[in-house]
């Protein structure tokens, strides 16, 4: 059994309907927003109205997830592809690099307006990161899920989900880079980061929020000021396979083992996600300068989530041949790097593409 949530639609404008014919059909048609869903809880299912945090994700397929929220077909012609069916933590950079070109084929198809995918909570904003930096399209994308599964009380999803849809057909959206829609809010799929793991305002940006959805309408404030979409210089249609990239978490009292079984593993970089600042233990020092002196690139992040690591702060990353992840943070710099490094292995470069995304 599913929730469903029933919002009342508006009907056509009076404005429309003294248009002329042809204006007056374009401002009716609807846009055409294909759906890919891939699992999460907002395709979860659990035994009981009371159960918010025990139950099984990625449960529901797509035309269930569709059919459960009829006011997405007010705002848009909708149509579902499943693509996955899977918990969000089990995505692998296979399947990363898989949608992103499903993504990619789909907006250069003239009848579609814009894509949703519906993803679980916890890598979210790797997806929607991954996807801003590879789709070149200035067609909306919106990756969406739910804090709740629809058979909780109070379930999240059909919401976050019109809301989603509502988007991925709006003009405005158009350029503004990969978006997610949760708790109300649009959120660049840049910045947009998962702070909280049991409730629906769990997804935080540190630059705020590009707009909200209210009622079937967006209201947007701001956009990203970073290269993204069309402007990208990455594009998933020249990428098959992403480099190993590793995160090492920042702590009191680390060990240098867990850099040196990341290289073991084939890490063609290492994301230190560094306590402060981006800081290393001075212990650590030289086995992350001999890591770097082999080969294996050092990007220096922060384990604090907000703020910004800066060159040569904390560490003399010139003299080091170190990169520093700039705002984002040890999952996002992941993503960034992994995307980088499929184009180059230059210092500066990634250096460069830091700043810029
Ligand atoms: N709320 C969620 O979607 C969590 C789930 N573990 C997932 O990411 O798939």
Not at 84 to 94: H, L
Not at 210 to 215: K, Q
Not at 330 to 343: C, D, E, H, R, S
Request: net charge neutral; charged share 20%.
């Amino acid at each position: 059994a599913l929730a469903c949530a029933s919002l009342p639609l508006g009907p056509l404008p009076s404005a429309a309907r003294e248009m002329p014919d042809a204006a007056a059909d374009q401002a009716a048609r609807k846009p055409n927003v294909v759906i890919l869903a891939t699992g999460g809880t907002i395709a979860g299912a659990g035994a009981d109205a009371a159960n918010s945090a025990t139950y099984q994700a990625a449960k529901v397929p797509v035309d269930k997830l569709i059919a459960a929220v009829p006011a997405m077909s007010g705002v848009a012609n909708v149509r579902g592809e499943q693509v996955f069916q899977i918990a969000s933590e089990s995505f692998t950079d296979a399947q990363l690099v898989e949608l992103g070109k499903r993504v990619s084929a789909l907006l250069k198809q003239d009848d579609v307006d814009g894509v949703v995918v519906t993803h679980g909570t916890d890598t979210l904003e790797e997806t929607a990161l991954f996807l801003d930096l590879v789709v070149k399209s200035d067609k909306p994308i919106v990756v969406v899920g739910s804090m709740r599964p629809s058979t909780a009380i109070s379930a999240d999803g059909a919401l976050n989900l019109l809301d989603a849809v509502t988007v991925a057909g709006s003009k405005e959206a158009v350029g503004k880079g990969v978006m997610v829609t949760m708790n109300d809010q649009i959120q660049a799929g840049r910045d947009v980061t998962k702070r909280v793991n049991v409730v629906p305002s769990a997804f935080y940006s540190q630059w705020g929020p590009l707009g909200m959805v209210v009622e079937g309408k967006t209201y947007f404030f701001r956009s990203s000021a970073k290269r993204h979409g069309k402007a990208s210089e990455f594009d998933i249609d020249a990428i098959d396979s992403l480099p190993t990239v590793a995160i090492v978490y920042g702590s009191g009292n680390m060990y240098p083992g867990a850099y040196k079984a990341a290289v073991d593993a084939g890490a063609k970089a290492i994301v230190h996600a560094g306590t402060g600042n981006g800081s290393v233990a001075g212990y650590l020092v030289d086995t992350l300068k001999d890591i770097r002196s082999k080969g294996t690139l050092i990007v220096r992040s922060s384990r604090v989530g907000d703020g910004i690591v800066l060159r040569n702060a904390e560490q003399p990353d010139d003299k080091y041949d170190w990169v520093v992840a700039h705002d984002l943070n040890p999952q996002k710099a992941k993503i960034l790097t992994a995307v980088a490094l499929t184009k180059t292995g230059d210092t500066k470069e990634l250096q460069r593409i830091f700043w810029e995304y």
